[in-house]
T-cell receptor, first 116, second 111 residues
């Protein structure tokens, strides 16, 4: 079946602009995750949904970052008033929900955001 | 501070030269340890999940093992197409399924 898809694949924004990044998870996957990956680093957790509920947003770096998943499938990560330090690859992943056992997360190709 | 550390940062191998990558973790209450492969410009690709010390999993030329403090990814007789960054990640918090990643090992295999 289809994997996780993300759009756009590349986004260039001028400093101060708002951006919206979209993620389509694997069909039937309950959990959806957003990560930020800087060049040469491992992904860093931003936020996590189980269905439409945002269970953990401890990794969001500031109140300029906002994520939603209103119907429990597609998710949008919004960044307001972008800054140069927001330049990174934004990865989305989906999985079966964990409870006592962790299930593998499947990642999309990412959106590369460049803020000029 | 809970963390995941991978070594070496970079590894250059001749085709056919077997080696191991290390992932050490200091989290308490490990729920799962995951290995991913990442090619340039792509998202991480899932390889293995390990849940308890002593567990081993294999896939083609790769074998992952887990102890109470670290995991190894053994690469047997690598080929140039095995060149990639290998990422290790853990989950440990019962209240969230977030992954904590290491910084990865960049593997280059030369013919």
């Amino acid at each position: 079946g289809a994997g996780v898809s993300q759009s756009p694949r590349y986004k260039v924004a001028k400093r101060g602009q708002d951006v919206a990044l979209r993620c389509d998870p694997i069909s039937g996957h309950v959990s959806l995750f957003w990560y930020q990956q800087a060049l040469g680093q491992g992904p860093e957790f931003l936020t996590y949904f189980q269905n439409e509920a945002q269970l953990d947003k401890s990794g969001l770096p500031s109140d300029r970052f906002f994520a939603e998943r209103p119907e429990g499938s597609v998710s949008t990560l919004k960044i307001q008033r972008t800054q140069q330090e927001d330049s990174a690859v934004y990865l989305c992943a989906s999985s079966l929900f964990g409870l006592l056992k962790s299930y593998e997360q499947y990642f999309g190709p990412g959106t590369r955001l460049t803020v000029t | 501070e809970d963390q995941v550390t991978q070594s070496p940062e970079a590894l250059r191998l001749q085709e056919g030269e077997s080696s191991s990558l290390n992932c050490s973790y200091t989290v308490s209450g490990l729920r799962g340890l995951f290995w991913y492969r990442q090619d340039p410009g792509k998202g991480p690709e899932f390889l293995f999940t390990l849940y308890s010390a002593g567990e081993e999993k294999e896939k083609e030329r790769l074998k992952a093992t887990l102890t109470k403090k670290e995991s190894f990814l053994h690469i047997t007789a690598p080929k140039p197409e095995d060149s990639a960054t290998y990422l290790c990640a853990v989950t440990y918090d019962l209240n969230t399924d977030k992954l904590i990643f290491g910084t990865g090992t960049r593997l280059q295999v030369f013919p």
